[in-house]
């Protein structure tokens, strides 16, 4: 069973850049190939994909946030990383990150979330 | 982009069966992978490629997919399915999800 939690600040200021990590318990870090995903959610919304890694360190990217994401895994910490660049009060939301066996398509396990505030 | 369409809401009387509907282009031809979502909760995914559950989800919960809509079926309703359901695919190297649908049980 894979384990998921976000950890990161709960404020940023306008046109900072909003950085959380993902760490992750279970074996699947040295088990497998997974894809490492980083999806949010603002208040009272639907959710959103920022985007996703590979074990190998491939990444694909949502085209509407493409230009300030940046996500990277530590292989040697069992956690990944996701960098969003001159954040703005619409950048506001839960932020989760999830994973899914290699192949697979849908988002297994996730974490519980973490609330990122854009404000000043 | 790809889109998926789902309704808003549905509501579905206790015991009864609820229906929500994904619409897509050619779904039918993708996978999806469906998630309920209670409120302060993260997701927990439900059906994957179409119709398959997860370990711990239980059988009256089932999915379909084909032609233009892929569907999630609910059996024998209860207060507890209350919550607000995702569908999702994989296209063109990004995850969609669909706008949600909100599930009251009547």
């Known amino acids: 069973q894979v384990q998921l939690q976000e950890s990161g600040p709960g404020l940023v200021k306008p046109s900072q850049t909003l950085s959380l990590t993902c760490t992750v318990s279970?074996?699947?870090?040295?088990?497998?190939?997974?894809?490492w995903s980083w999806i949010r959610q603002p208040a009272g919304k639907g959710l959103e994909w920022i985007g996703r890694?590979?074990?190998?360190?491939?990444?694909n990217y949502n085209p509407s946030l493409k230009s300030r994401v940046t996500i990277s895994v530590d292989t040697s910490k069992n956690q990944f990383s996701l960098k969003l660049s001159s954040v703005t009060a619409a950048d506001t939301a839960v932020y989760y990150c999830?994973?899914?066996?290699?192949?697979?398509?849908?988002?297994?396990?996730w974490g519980q979330g973490t609330l990122v505030t854009v404000s000043s | 982009s790809y889109e998926l369409t789902q309704p808003l809401s549905v509501s579905v009387a206790l015991g009864q069966t609820a229906r929500i509907t994904c619409g897509g282009n050619?779904?039918?031809?993708?996978?999806v992978h469906w998630y309920q979502q209670k409120p302060g909760q993260a997701p927990v995914l439900v059906i994957y490629?179409?119709?398959n559950r997860p370990s711990g989800i239980p059988e009256r919960i089932s999915g379909s997919n084909s032609g233009n809509t892929a569907t999630l079926t609910i059996s024998g309703a209860q207060a507890g399915d209350e919550a607000d359901f995702y569908c999702?695919?994989?296209?063109?190297?990004?995850?969609?999800f669909g706008g949600g649908t909100k599930l009251t049980v009547l």
């Open positions: 279970g074996d699947s870090f040295s088990s497998g190939s997974y894809y």
């Open positions: 890694i590979y074990t190998s360190g491939r990444t």
């Open positions: 999702q695919v994989w296209d063109s190297n990004t995850v969609v």
């Open positions: 490629s179409d119709g």
């Open positions: 999830a994973t899914a066996p290699g192949g697979r398509t849908s988002l297994d396990y």
């Open positions: 050619n779904i039918g031809s993708k996978s």
